[in-house]
């Protein structure tokens, strides 16, 4: 199984759409939201094309292969209108032999650690910066943001198959790749 990673969308109808080009262009199974769907958040510029509406249209078409967890600008209300599940804190998945704690990263992070055990990965958004961090008993990893990049990083995504993640832009170019084992 093949997943695309993304967080903070925003509420941009510009940047969902390059995203959802991207899961289209990676062929990927299932597409993981790390929350911050469709509010822009009051500490955050509006994004190009703000438009929740149109990002509610947009993934409430690919409901059945969206996870998601929730964000610290998503609400009970986003839950309303979105037809998959948005609210969960964090979930874990288990795949490729990698175990992952995927939150949004404003409750759980690298100062506020989830119940990891060693070798678990730590994934979360939030930051809008990408990352992939040893911290010795478990790796942190984040995709960045779709929409509101930070600190001079482009709008990107992560994808996760065999067992390797690859971090890329939203047109598709690769600019890091890791596997469990290796080095940075």
Request: hydrophobic fraction near 35%; charged fraction near 20%.
């Amino acid at each position: 199984m093949k997943l695309l990673i993304a967080s903070d969308i925003h509420g941009s109808a510009y940047y969902c759409r390059a995203l959802l080009r991207a899961w289209d262009r990676e062929g990927a199974d299932r597409l993981l939201l790390l929350g911050d769907v469709l509010y822009h958040g009051p500490r955050n510029d509006l994004p190009r094309d703000y438009a929740p509406k149109e990002v509610i249209s947009l993934l409430n078409e690919r409901r059945q292969r969206i996870l998601c967890v929730r964000g610290n600008c998503d609400t009970e209300v986003d839950q309303m209108v979105l037809s998959f599940p948005i609210l969960a804190d964090y979930a874990l998945i288990v795949q490729d032999g990698l175990t992952l704690y995927a939150t949004h990263g404003h409750v759980y992070n690298t100062g506020h650690l989830p119940p990891l055990s060693g070798g678990d990965i730590l994934l979360h958004g939030h930051t809008h910066v990408p990352a992939w961090e040893d911290h010795g008993a478990y790796w942190y990893l984040n995709p960045g943001s779709a929409a509101i990049p930070k600190e001079g990083s482009a709008p990107s995504y992560m994808t996760l198959q065999a067992g390797e993640f690859s971090w890329k832009t939203l047109e598709g170019n690769a600019y890091h790749a890791w596997r469990k084992g290796e080095g940075r």
